[in-house]
């Protein structure tokens, strides 16, 4: 565990690493703000699962299934904030790379949330949760370097 903060935190590279940017955006200890993130974290996944259980109660079952799939997933991207601190979140999360992908992310949440409870249209909600777990793996994969490529790349095989 020290090697990895060492080698993330860049004391053993020649340029600070992403550990030291994190390090200097929140006054919460390393463990600290790690425990906030898997629980955060771990809470959005209990969120999302809870939500994929309530799908089968009647009649209310997929309303219920998309505000707790949709309170999940923000839970888990709020995770991230323990690791970042909120600004820097916000920061690259509109950064130019994942801008697109962060618009049609969030607008995906606020949307799902409008089917359930202000349209009252089922078939949107779901429609929409399904269009909220691709844009969320679009958005998350944006910060690993060059996993949309790999994507992309496979889908272009794929139905070639």
């Excluded at 200890?29 to 993130?37: A, D, H, I, P, Y």
């Excluded at 079952?61 to 979140?89: H, K």
Aim: hydrophobic residues 55%; charged residues 15%.
């Amino acid at each position: 565990m020290d090697k990895l903060k060492r080698v993330l935190s860049g004391q053993d590279a020649e340029e600070p690493g992403p550990l030291a940017e994190v390090v200097d955006a929140s006054s919460l200890s390393w463990s600290t703000r790690l425990k906030g993130f898997i629980a955060c974290f771990a809470l959005g996944v209990l969120c999302s699962i809870l939500g994929s259980c309530l799908l089968w109660v009647p009649r209310k079952g997929l309303i219920l299934f998309a505000v707790f799939y949709t309170l999940g997933n923000i839970l888990s991207l709020g995770s991230t904030i323990f690791l970042m601190g909120p600004m820097r979140q916000l920061k690259r999360m509109f950064e130019p790379t994942r801008l697109i992908a962060t618009i049609v992310m969030l607008l995906c949440l606020i949307l799902t949330l409008c089917s359930a409870f202000w349209w009252h249209n089922k078939g949107l909600a779901l429609i929409f949760c399904v269009l909220q777990f691709f844009a969320l793996a679009w958005y998350s994969i944006s910060y690993i370097p060059f996993a949309r490529d790999a994507v992309k790349k496979c889908f272009a095989v794929c139905l070639s």
